[in-house]
């Protein structure tokens, strides 16, 4: 299917994501044939009038062959050293590649805070848009030398994906080791089927995602379909692809690529919804019975306590927190009406009951349409 007919308008701004396993070899270092390779894609681009922003895995693999250590390090304190040393290492391999077809690139190092905290959020985007407007290639990592536990976002695939609502991309295109997105692991299953366009992230696909293989950086394919869920949710095309091939950028533009295509929603959602979805951090989580999801995911209904069958974790009210299926599986998130201990006490009650057991007046949703994010659909 080609990209363009799919929703993706000339001269858009396009997301590429890079893969640890891509460009960097645990003993050799950087794959700068493969960096190079990519650099002449993305020129390509620029040239075709889009607006191209890099996300790049990497600094903890080029570090780690810098310092000749034999495995990936596992500590915190680790990895932030070996991604200080890397990181440098990274860009200038970058540097270097993208000058060759005369561009200018520029390293952005981001942590969850800065998506988070609207000030840091705005300045952000803002910088990220006077780049593109200058034709310079913003190279984006996720800041691992000074990120600790309750501000990393864990994964690149999940900063690509917050990166593509920031800047309002067209597109997303994940460059991995593997085709696309397989019905299981085809390195194990060779009946494993290819799976060409993704119109909803089912529970089904998400079982599939897990047991599917992938790189051996953070991320793997199950992280790759929670990217696909908040880019299709917020309007924006996902494309799953194989980096290995070095016309890999140019194939998708044309239309003539192998790899997976995830279907945007027809209507992009408002900056409010954007927050709700995906910046904001949920604080907890409800599991819902099949009647409430039928209610949000048909009938793009608010949710009612009589639906919740469990609340989990601590939150107050207006908290962002996680909607579950009865599976676990997450489908929606949303600004709570009401804190963890208040909604343990109206679960699975009726809306009308609501004041009599708190003792005080209440909207009776649990979370309102208007505050609901559907994720995947």
């Not at 959020?121 to 990220?128: E, G, Q, S």
């Not at 993704?198 to 599917?212: G, H, L, M």
């Not at 009210?317 to 009865?326: F, N, P, Q, R, S």
Request: charged fraction near 25%; aromatic fraction near 4%.
């Amino acid at each position: 299917m080609n990209v363009i007919a799919a929703g993706v308008r000339r001269n858009a701004r396009i997301v590429v994501k890079i893969g640890t396993n891509l460009i960097t070899d645990r003993l050799a270092g950087l794959n700068l044939e493969r960096i190079n390779s990519l650099a002449r894609g993305v020129s390509l681009l620029r040239t075709s009038g889009h607006g191209v922003v890099v996300v790049s895995s990497g600094a903890i693999g080029a570090g780690a062959a810098a310092r000749r250590l034999k495995e990936r390090p596992r500590s915190m304190a680790e990895k932030q050293a070996t991604a200080a040393i890397g990181q440098p290492i990274l860009m200038e391999a970058y540097e270097a590649a993208f000058r060759r077809h005369a561009l200018t690139v520029a390293q952005i190092l981001l942590t969850r805070e800065d998506f988070a905290i609207r000030g840091r959020y705005l300045n952000a985007r803002n910088t990220i848009a006077v780049l593109l407007e200058n034709g310079v290639v913003p190279v984006i990592n996720e800041n691992d030398t000074v990120a600790v536990e309750e501000i990393r976002l864990g994964d690149n695939d999940t900063l690509s994906a917050m990166v593509a609502n920031l800047i309002g991309a067209d597109l997303l295109i994940i460059l991995s080791d593997i085709d696309g997105f397989y019905t299981d692991d085809p390195s194990r299953n060779p009946r494993a089927e290819f799976v060409p366009v993704v119109e909803a992230i089912t529970p089904k696909i998400e079982r599939q995602a897990r047991k599917t293989g992938g790189e051996s950086g953070t991320g793997g394919m199950a992280t790759k379909i929670q990217a696909a869920k908040r880019c299709m949710s917020a309007g924006i095309a996902m494309i799953i692809a194989n980096g290995g091939n070095p016309r890999i950028l140019q194939e998708i533009v044309s239309g003539g690529y192998r790899g997976t295509l995830f279907l945007p929603s027809a209507a992009r959602l408002s900056v409010k919804k954007k927050w709700i979805g995906f910046v904001s951090h949920p604080r907890g989580s409800v599991r819902i019975d099949a009647g409430a999801e039928a209610a949000l995911t048909l009938h793009r209904k608010s949710l009612l306590p009589s639906g919740v069958l469990e609340v989990s974790g601590e939150f107050a009210e207006k908290d962002t927190i996680a909607v579950l299926d009865t599976a676990g599986n997450e489908i929606a998130r949303g600004l709570c009406r009401f804190s963890s201990a208040d909604l343990a006490k109206i679960r699975g009650k009726k809306t009308g009951d609501v004041e009599k057991i708190l003792g005080r007046r209440s909207g009776g949703e649990v979370i309102h349409k208007d505050y609901l994010v559907l994720l995947g659909r």
